[in-house]
């Protein structure tokens, strides 16, 4: 994991995550969710101390995370459905399937996720179209 310096672009090693894939900001100031896929696992990273412990096991087929701080949700994906995540155990929770507005119903491979907070929107992209999830 790197510190990068907004104004100036360098970045600064602090700690090596082997493995990581898909990472979101967490609830408060300071700390992020990752997953690490090949061993399945949920990890929170502190960045005041640039440390990081397991959470839980997540299921193997989670790709990406995102966090809905009004709510305190964090959620995941699998290649077509919506997931909550145990913010505590790792555990995971089908929420539903990605369907979009177009006459075509299901969204293809889901690749990464994000939370709009100011706008209370969670969208999605895949490789061609970025879809607000409702």
Not at 68 to 77: C, K, N
Not at 108 to 116: A, H, S
Request: hydrophobic share 40%; aromatic share 10%; charged share 20%.
């Amino acid at each position: 994991m790197y510190e990068i310096d907004p104004l100036t672009g360098f970045t600064n090693h602090r700690i090596t995550m082997v493995g990581i894939e898909g990472s979101t900001d967490a609830l408060e100031d300071g700390l992020v969710y990752a997953r690490i896929p090949l061993l399945d696992l949920l990890i929170l990273v502190n960045l005041d101390s640039w440390s990081f412990y397991a959470i839980g096991s997540m299921t193997p087929s989670q790709r990406d995370l995102a966090c809905d701080e009004a709510r305190q949700l964090l959620y995941g994906t699998d290649r077509f459905s919506l997931n909550l995540v145990s913010r505590f155990t790792g555990g995971v929770s089908f929420v539903g399937d990605f369907y979009s507005t177009t006459p075509s119903p299901v969204v293809g491979l889901i690749r990464g996720l994000d939370y709009d907070i100011a706008r209370d929107v969670l969208v999605g992209t895949d490789n061609t179209h970025l879809w607000r999830i409702n």
